[in-house]
């Protein structure tokens, strides 16, 4: 008996022993967010990371006064939405410093740990990391995102910042000195801006982001609206999410575009109008999940949300661009730069001879009107009825119309978007 207590005892302090260093380690390698240096000094000395992270900010934070007014926007939507072309709203206004999906080098680091590491972290740690990201980036501090780029930055530089290309701030001064208003309008590739302007110096993007009013960040990493709720109620930040949705079949068909690798079961099955046994639905199917429960707890309009929030179906938005990102920028409280309005009308029009540069993988120039549902040709009716029986209630949340037959769905002149507002 006596024996049996003192196993049990001994098993128990192992056992604290093992998570006490498990979470020490986790701390090590994701310390939390800075975002005030008042904060930051206390820990100084005590912990290299903190100092690392906090410390070595040769901006004055100090303009509290200017950063009131300043907006945090975030573009919430899934991979293939159209989320691209929707970040070009906020990447072409002169005064929003704009990232495309900074989130992808936490997740690499996550994915990238070694098992026993990743067994330690289940997704809320993830969640988490992502979230102290955000609320760093927000704050202008771009030495925490160091933690996640790999090979490590040396002296705050970096040749591996993800898709610099597409961050107009990052590719023109300060940050860059040859990058300048000629690049504006967009480029054919994803190097021609580590190419133009070198190695990207962290230091100076900071500087470039505090000189900016406002930031935007576009994500689709994140999969519910409540994960966002501890950022939305933050009160050192002015949030404002823009949540994108599109019809999961056009998803589908640009995932199939885009991914061909992964999705070859779905080639054939395109291909044959008969499904493999070996496909795997569950992608697809999470996705429209995701999007209706997000959409759901949103149209509840909980007092978190309020002011906060605004749905964006990508087919309202290629339908009428002008109209839709004055109502954006309505919705954030912020004055359109007339360059957004010259990129959209030199991007959404298949006439405009620039255009047609824009021709890799990310893309975001094209006839948006055409383009949004050129999915309708491409994809087999056995594919789109399998999707509208996954996917049945996303679509009646979101007025995307069935089609019962090949004939329906192949009619381009009978809009399958039914006209709402949220
Ligand atoms: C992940 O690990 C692989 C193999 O070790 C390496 O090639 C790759 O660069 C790593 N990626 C990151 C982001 O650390
Ligand atoms: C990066 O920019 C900062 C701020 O301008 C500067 O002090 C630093 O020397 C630069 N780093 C390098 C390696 O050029
Ligand atoms: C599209 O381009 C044509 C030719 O450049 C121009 O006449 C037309 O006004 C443009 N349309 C829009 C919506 O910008
Ligand atoms: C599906 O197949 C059709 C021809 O049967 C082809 O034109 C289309 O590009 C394919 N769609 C995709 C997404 O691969
Ligand atoms: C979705 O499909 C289920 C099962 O087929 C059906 O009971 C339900 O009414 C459908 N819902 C909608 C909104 O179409």
Known sequence: MECSWKTVLLLVCASLGVQYTAIRSLQDLFPGPCPDSGQCQGRLGKDHRWKFSCDDNSVPTEHSVASARRKHILLFAQTRSGSSFTGQLFNQHPEIFYVFEPLYHVQQTFTNSSSRLRRALDGRALLGAYRDLLLNLYTCDLTFLENYIRPEPQDHMTASFFRRSSSQALCSPPVCQEGDVEIRGGQPDEIWCPKKCGTLNLTLASIACQTRSHVAIKTVRIPLIGD?????????????????????????????TAFADQFRAWKIWNATDRQPRYVDLTQITKTCRDMEYSV?????????LKGRYLLVRYEDLALNPEDKVKEIYRFLGLDIDNRVLTWISQNTNSTTPSSSEWNYKYSTSRNSKATAHSWRLRLGFDIVKTVQSLCNTTFALLGYKQVQSEAELRDMKNSLVEPRTF
């Open 296 to 304: 759901a707890n949103s149209l509840q309009r909980p007092a978190w």
């Open 228 to 256: 966002l709720r501890t950022l939305s109620e933050d009160p050192r930040l002015d949030l404002r999410i823009v949540h994108l949705v599109r019809d999961p079949r056009a998803i589908l068909a640009s995932r199939m």
